[in-house]
């Protein structure tokens, strides 16, 4: 029963788009969840009862959670039993080196408030070592306190990794149903992190032996989807370049029993797919060759998806002095979300705006304001982009462009094979 649980109070760390519908997953069962963010904004917005993202069925969990006093949101970490840290690893530089300033500034943000018998667990999807590196900064600011790393089973602090395992659009639905895989540093780590998840997981808590090898499960499973992407982006140039229909030829080929090829696209995006794979690349450069090489097919496509649209306008008779207008429809990283988070869609739109060679039109239902970068670029919806377009560029598969036919004759670069 949750009576006899250890935690009466739960601390997210970071309240985007894996903290705040954990949060709330959580406050649903009636247990006092406390998040943190740094941006007050969303402290507000969250407070009030509404949601700062797009997630199918949150509004409603966050509404009725905060109107029954369950989930509250504040600046500052505050005591707890249990804290889940689920803040951004990007990477950074030319080598893509994992870049973990986000944990280290939540653990020495939390480290003050911790107190004997507390768990923490990094949600965050991180490099291998990511967890251990969380318990030393702990460690370091908190000398009072024993933990795994030199008490072992006995320490005062226990601390896992648990890393979230969900597609965006159907978040709500599989942090409940999902298996989740966990790697304590000790075994006693596990155990409290598997009946912490237990409070609302009906999957599976499958404990692994370390959190190096939790941390390398999430790894693998994105790179996996990558470099199966990555041969369905280059089946696409190789089948450009025979002018025959890579989307023909998959549905073809998966004819096969054992053959499922996925569909190609403007690239990869989204935090996880266009990032994990290189936390693997940085841990083992001279070995990790076939997934820096998805990486770098899928990280080409942009560039690839640009040409075509330059091949386009070459082709049109317009007249000296005037641009050629380009309705570019979807910039989310996948359909039907509003999530932009390293989006192939928005880096291609960003780069052909600042070209300066097209009037810029943009058709987004799940965008509201142009992003940062995009300031002259219009927002319109797609009666008028189809009526003034020179050129067409579907980049987004969104369902709402789905009974959308471009004008016949119009010039159509079709990234997704939605309109073909």
Known sequence: MQTQLPFRRISVIGLGYIGLPTAAMFASRKIEVVGVDVNPHTVETINRGEIHIIE??????????????????????????????????????????????????????????????????????????????????????????????DAGEASDIRIAHCPERVLPGKVMQELITNDRVIGGMTRRCSRE??????????????????????????????????????????????????????????????????????????????????VDPWFIVASARETAQLIRTARVVNDGIPNWVMGKVHEAAARLDIPQGKRPRLACFGLAFKPDVDDLRESPALEIVRCLSAEGRFEMMVVEPHVHAAPAGLEGVKLVDAETAFAKADIVLLLVDHKDFRSLRPPIGLPLIDTRGLWR
């Open 193 to 274: 992190a598997a009946l912490l998840y237990k409070m609302f997981v009906s999957g599976d808590c499958i404990i692994a032996s370390s959190p190096q090898v939790a941390e390398m499960a999430k790894l693998a499973e994105n790179s996996f989807r990558d470099v199966n992407i990555a041969f369905a982006n280059e089946l696409s140039l190789i089948c450009d370049r025979l002018s025959i229909d890579v989307w023909e030829l998959i549905q073809l080929a998966n004819r096969h029993p054992r053959v499922n090829i996925l569909q190609p696209g403007p690239g990869v995006g989204g935090h996880c797919i266009a």
């Open 56 to 149: 199918p069925d949150l509004d409603i969990v966050v509404q009725a959670t905060v109107a029954q006093g369950y989930l509250r949101a504040t600046t500052k970490p505050e005591p707890a039993d249990a804290f889940l840290i689920a803040v951004p690893t990007p990477f950074k530089g030319d080598n893509h080196e994992p870049d973990l300033s986000y944990v280290e500034a939540a653990a020495k943000a939390i480290a003050p408030v911790l107190k004997t018998g507390d768990l923490v667990v990094l949600e965050s999807t991180s490099p291998v070592g990511a967890t251990v590196r969380m318990a030393e900064w702990l460690a370091q600011a908190r000398s009072d306190l024993t933990f795994p790393q």
